[in-house]
């Protein structure tokens, strides 16, 4: 069975600070990953995805993760994060054949104190 | 956004009714899935579906079950609604290649008093 382990539940930053979200997941085959943000009140948006090819992804608003195998791993980092950065962010994973279900961790939330 | 809309939008209703949300898609994907989303637990998948009358369970099935008669709409039905069911419900939708992502709803409120 596929998991996905989020381990900061709730993190608070300064503008400008530096951000990694932790990540990991299980599954015994080939995997494809996401972030997932949800802003206050709305859905999830995708901010980046890794299907194969460059460990290192780049998404939108200046996020990237990095995709670690032999760690099972796949942290979400930014350099500098912003006041509008406050929301809560999700970690996903998807095998890659079958049924293709997508499942999800328990997500983070981020504040960020301007 | 994807087109995808999930009605209705609130719902408050009373325990041991049957309730029945509705996910709609215009985007003719191959995969549809029901979670909800309860603080601390992130989103759970109740169940999911493949194709056209092929559905599975999820982690969290129990009490709820699914239809889905043709590519655009997927059903959850609540069938005796318990307190434990109040949550905000979200539906997604997924190509059918490896590499394509979900795409989701804006949410159904369900209470239930």
Redesign the interface.
């Known amino acids: 069975a596929q998991s996905v382990s ?1 381990h900061n ?1 709730h993190v608070i930053l300064s503008e400008a600070a530096s951000l990694e979200l932790g990540c990991n997941y299980s599954y015994g085959g080939t995997v ?1 990953l ?1 972030w ?1 943000v949800q802003y206050p009140g ?5 901010l980046l ?1 890794y ?2 090819g460059d460990p290192l992804v780049k998404g939108i608003k200046g996020f990237e993760a990095e995709f670690i195998k032999s760690k099972f791993s796949f942290n979400l980092r930014k350099p500098s994060v912003q006041w509008s950065d406050t929301a809560e962010y ?1 970690c ?1 994973v ?1 095998g ?2 079958g ?9 983070t939330k981020l504040q960020v104190i301007p | 956004d994807a087109g995808i809309t999930q009605s209705p939008r609130h719902k408050v209703t009373e325990t041991g009714t049957p309730v029945t949300l509705r996910c709609h898609q215009t985007e003719n994907h191959r995969y549809m899935y029901w979670y909800r989303q309860d603080p601390g637990h992130g989103l759970r998948l109740i169940h999911y579906s493949y194709g056209v009358k092929d559905t599975d369970k999820g982690e969290v099935s129990d009490g709820y079950s699914v239809s889905r008669s043709k590519t655009e709409d997927f059903l959850l039905t609540l069938e005796s609604a318990t307190s434990s069911q109040t949550s905000v419900y979200f539906c997604a939708i997924k190509g059918a290649g490896g590499n394509t992502e979900a795409f989701f709803g804006q949410g159904t409120r369900l209470t239930v008093v």
Request: hydrophobic share 35%.
């Open positions: 989020q539940h494809n996401f997932y709305q859905h999830l948006q995708l995805k299907f194969s999700f996903a998807m890659s054949g049924y293709q279900k997508v499942t999800f961790g328990t997500g």
